[in-house]
């Protein structure tokens, strides 16, 4: 999809006038991993720089099936009935074997996707830890540009490592499907640490019991863990996407959330420190991919691992050597 300057320009000027068509060309571009588009890449996203950082940046997170397509399928109704542009990032697991993925994500919010207010895109995580793709970060400016008021990032439910998810949002609701019986106990500190908000989704009909029951047990949790004097004490919300009860409620908190580090002076701090993280990633990642792509680095690494394999060097001695 290589293009020259002059389109980066229209390309540009077409997406700051809210184009979806524009705008899915623009993440097909950044998704790239050719060295042409990836400078063309670069060269749309620094044209664009002054013109992102309005929208909320919200991020839901949770395990399969806990019910986060339907959830935000309701709330961007609602919320686009308040008169907000509405963007969704989802992130579809790959397959570690074929490095596929499914990408369905879209058709389980069928309502939301056909609305000319809203913009959907799945994306495959690509193996990414965190659940994230890994051109979240970029596609989400590119949304921000493009005049969302809101950008909602869905990421793949794997757990502890969810946390690198704080790395790229305002504000995290980990969504927790009451009876599974891997509730309280399920769920890693280090997760719970990254919450801004516990929502326990499909609190209706015979679930309704168990719901308030997981509230509860949320609530008291994260009250302990709250640090002494801290700005933000995370609520836990109790919804029903079905029967859009207490999506109005959680809305309110985030936006209440965002209020509050925009009085403090925290939002655009912590953004700084995102993008700081995230250059660091984006180092690391390249270093890695060079390192791979040299012939001899990688003939090298072959016959390493056959050492160890053989149990002749230890991993870390082979590691070692590899790095010389």
Same mark, same amino acid.
């Given at each position: 999809?290589?293009?020259?300057?002059?389109?980066?320009?229209?390309?540009?000027?077409?997406?700051?006038?809210?184009?979806?068509?524009?705008?899915?060309? =623009?993440?097909?571009?950044?998704?790239?991993?050719?060295?042409?588009?990836?400078?063309?890449?670069?060269?749309?996203?620094?044209?664009?720089?002054?013109?992102?950082?309005?929208?909320?940046?919200?991020?839901?997170? %949770?395990?399969? %099936?806990?019910?986060?397509?339907?959830?935000?399928?309701?709330?961007?109704?609602?919320?686009?009935?308040?008169?907000?542009?509405?963007?969704?990032?989802?992130?579809?697991?790959?397959?570690?074997?074929? +490095? +596929?993925?499914?990408?369905?994500?879209?058709?389980?919010?069928?309502?939301?996707?056909?609305?000319?207010? !809203?913009?959907?895109?799945?994306?495959?995580?690509?193996?990414?830890?965190?659940?994230? =793709?890994?051109?979240?970060?970029?596609?989400?400016?590119?949304?921000?540009?493009?005049?969302?008021?809101?950008?909602?990032?869905?990421?793949? %439910?794997?757990?502890?490592?969810?946390?690198?998810?704080?790395?790229?949002?305002? *504000?995290?609701?980990?969504?927790?499907?009451?009876?599974?019986?891997?509730?309280?106990?399920?769920?890693?500190?280090?997760?719970?640490?990254?919450?801004?908000?516990?929502?326990?989704?499909?609190?209706?009909?015979?679930?309704?019991?168990?719901?308030? @029951?997981?509230?509860?047990?949320?609530? +008291?949790?994260?009250?302990?863990?709250? =640090?002494?004097?801290?700005? #933000?004490?995370?609520?836990?919300?109790?919804?029903? !996407?079905?029967?859009?009860?207490?999506?109005?409620?959680? #809305?309110?908190?985030?936006? @209440?959330?965002?209020?509050?580090?925009?009085?403090? +002076?925290?939002?655009?701090?912590?953004?700084?420190?995102?993008? !700081?993280?995230?250059?660091?990633?984006?180092?690391?990642?390249?270093?890695?991919?060079? *390192?791979?792509?040299?012939?001899?680095?990688?003939?090298?690494?072959?016959?390493?691992?056959?050492?160890?394999?053989?149990?002749?060097?230890?991993? %870390?001695?082979?590691?070692?050597? =590899?790095?010389?």
């Amino acid at each position: 999809m290589t293009i020259n300057a002059a389109q980066i320009k229209a390309l540009a000027a077409q997406i700051k006038k809210g184009s979806r068509l524009a705008l899915s060309r =623009a993440i097909t571009l950044i998704e790239s991993t050719t060295a042409a588009d990836r400078t063309a890449a670069g060269q749309l996203l620094q044209s664009l720089l002054p013109h992102t950082g309005g929208s909320i940046r919200l991020g839901l997170t %949770g395990a399969p %099936g806990c019910g986060k397509s339907t959830l935000i399928d309701q709330l961007g109704l609602n919320l686009i009935t308040l008169g907000k542009r509405v963007a969704v990032l989802a992130i579809d697991p790959s397959s570690t074997k074929s +490095g +596929g993925s499914i990408l369905a994500d879209k058709t389980r919010m069928g309502r939301l996707s056909a609305l000319e207010s !809203a913009f959907i895109r799945p994306s495959p995580s690509s193996g990414k830890l965190g659940g994230d =793709a890994r051109n979240t970060h970029e596609t989400l400016l590119l949304c921000e540009a493009a005049g969302f008021d809101v950008v909602i990032v869905e990421t793949v %439910g794997i757990g502890q490592s969810e946390a690198v998810i704080a790395d790229i949002v305002d *504000f995290v609701a980990i969504l927790i499907q009451p009876g599974t019986g891997d509730e309280l106990q399920g769920l890693k500190r280090g997760v719970l640490e990254i919450a801004n908000m516990i929502v326990v989704t499909k609190s209706d009909g015979e679930g309704l019991i168990a719901a308030a @029951r997981t509230a509860g047990d949320y609530a +008291g949790t994260l009250h302990i863990m709250t =640090a002494p004097g801290s700005p #933000w004490d995370p609520p836990v919300q109790q919804v029903s !996407a079905i029967e859009n009860q207490g999506l109005d409620e959680m #809305w309110v908190q985030i936006e @209440r959330h965002q209020n509050l580090l925009n009085e403090k +002076g925290m939002l655009e701090e912590i953004r700084r420190d995102q993008a !700081a993280r995230r250059l660091r990633v984006l180092v690391e990642e390249e270093v890695l991919a060079r *390192f791979h792509r040299d012939e001899k680095n990688s003939a090298k690494l072959q016959k390493l691992e056959r050492m160890v394999r053989s149990g002749e060097l230890t991993p %870390g001695v082979a590691a070692d050597d =590899a790095l010389k």
